[in-house]
């Protein structure tokens, strides 16, 4: 690992001083912070039926056609690589290896430690020739930042043993949604002493909350993290351009993830007579950007191998982005925006009309019908969409998108109670 960057070993004093130092030179955009709602705007995360209808021959076989720089830490990671939150069966994952994937994004809370079993039953023969990334986090779910520090490194070495390796490439904190967890001294000094018994190489951040433009500001301005993983497709967040142009010039690598925009199925099926997938086009807008070291993908089957690999190492062509375009004016008036929140605090039943949108978008789009519902059932019924059926829906003004929120909800309410 000679020529690594060794930024990651301050003490927790001057992870603190850091930190103060930081947030003192951003203390107007950290006061901004607490207007956000930190709660649940992931309508990106996890997995959207996204795979062509109808795949192309031409598909068949393809390869990894470009390797680009992770920042300064020495590793060329393939431009598109392997998201193991849905993974099951390490035949994939070992299929993804022969066609040139080298970098390998898991986590303890995805399937319950299911996916790091899977990948490193499939990588240990070749642990040499691949890169793995997994989070400070448990089967099950996020460490809180007040974890003491023993036990974040317990965590770890438990990934190590359901990966069956002695090191993770890259360790990453978790959903970070706010400067305190991604500046928290536990996880900063169970980084270090991990680093210094060589089980961990390099630190980094994900995020995909409303946030994440100002965590990942100043993640790359602490100096600390040498990954960022960050939501990212086109039309979101576009302050995060000038983020990755940052990073790069400071040497942080830019890894970029939910680039399929939670491609909805039901829009999806209008693009079935294509010749070109929808995620390749995205693909493509997502790496045309130099900035961007390479994006990780969610990949459980063989077929979208074929698919996600022929977009690698292509130019985003004129008809990609035409795709893309239709994409949006198809959805325009029908997505709820992550990390807008501009209607919320118009609604006099304090409804909470994104999450019950997103719970609708898992329930018709990703297929999680149960865990939509459950989530709507845990509601308190005093917020729940029933309120909208005689109100005139003052809400709908401050949409920036023109969403027909009170129609939408009530939709909602119809497909999500039990
Ligand atoms: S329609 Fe009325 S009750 Fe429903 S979210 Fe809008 S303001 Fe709230
Ligand atoms: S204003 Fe529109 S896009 Fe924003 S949270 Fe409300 S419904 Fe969603």
């Known amino acids: 690992m000679g020529g690594e960057q060794d ?15 930081v947030a003192a030179a951003g203390g107007a955009a950290a006061a901004g912070y607490a207007a956000w ?11 959207a039926p996204t ?43 070992a299929r993804a290896v022969e066609r040139g994937i080298n970098y390998f994004d898991t986590s303890p809370d995805y399937s319950k430690t299911g996916s790091e079993q899977t990948i490193g039953k499939a990588l240990k023969g070749v642990r040499d020739k691949v890169f793995i990334a997994s ?41 970070v949604n706010s400067i305190d967890r991604l500046m928290a001294p536990t996880f900063h000094e169970a980084f270090d002493r991990l680093k210094e018994q060589g089980k961990v190489r390099f630190l980094g951040v994900s995020s995909h909350t409303p946030n994440l ?19 990212h497709n086109f039309g979101n967040w576009p302050d995060l351009t000038n983020i990755f142009h940052d990073a790069k010039q400071r040497g942080v690598g830019v890894i970029a993830m939910k680039t399929l925009k939670g491609a909805q199925a039901t829009v999806l099926k209008d693009f079935a007579d294509q010749s070109q997938a929808f995620s390749q086009a995205a693909f493509k807008w997502v790496l045309r950007n130099p900035d961007v070291s390479g994006l990780v993908v969610s990949i459980r089957d063989f077929n979208q191998i074929d698919e996600y690999l022929y977009a690698s190492g292509q130019p985003l062509e004129a008809s990609d982005a035409a795709l893309l375009e239709r ?10 925006r992550p990390g807008c929140g501009a209607c919320l605090d118009r609604c006099p039943s304090d409804v909470p009309v994104d999450d019950i949108l997103r719970y609708a978008m898992y329930y018709e789009n990703y297929g999680r ?43 909602a309410h119809r497909t999500l109670q039990a």
């Not at 795949?55 to 680009?68: E, F, M, Q």
């Not at 598109?80 to 994939?92: K, L, Y």
């Not at 023993?150 to 990453?172: F, H, K, N, P, W």
Request: proline share 5%; net charge positive; with cysteine.
């Open 7 to 21: 930024k990651g070993s301050l003490t927790r004093r001057a992870v603190l001083k850091a930190a103060a130092a």
């Open 37 to 47: 709602r930190n709660s649940s705007y992931l309508f990106l995360m996890r997995n």
């Open 51 to 93: 795979e062509a209808a109808h795949p192309s021959l031409a598909w068949k076989g393809a390869t990894v056609r470009s390797y680009r720089p992770l920042g300064t830490t020495g590793i060329r990671m393939s431009d598109i690589s392997f998201g193991g939150g849905a993974i099951d069966n390490s035949d994939v994952v």
């Open 135 to 175: 989070k400070f986090c448990t089967g099950d779910g996020h460490l809180p930042k007040d974890t003491p520090v023993a036990e974040i490194m317990r965590a770890v070495e438990g990934s190590l043993t359901r990966l069956q390796t002695d090191y993770l490439d890259v360790c990453l904190i978790h959903e």
């Open 213 to 231: 433009e100002a965590v990942m500001r100043h993640a790359v301005a602490s100096g600390r993290f040498q990954v960022l993983l960050v939501a």
């Open 327 to 336: 994409y949006d004016q198809l959805i325009a008036k029908d997505y709820c």
């Open 369 to 411: 019908e149960d865990e939509a519902r459950m989530r709507y059932a845990a509601l308190p019924p005093e917020r729940a969409a029933t309120h909208c059926v005689n109100c005139p829906a003052p809400c709908q003004a401050a949409c920036p998108f023109e969403l027909p929120i009170r129609q939408k909800l009530l939709q």
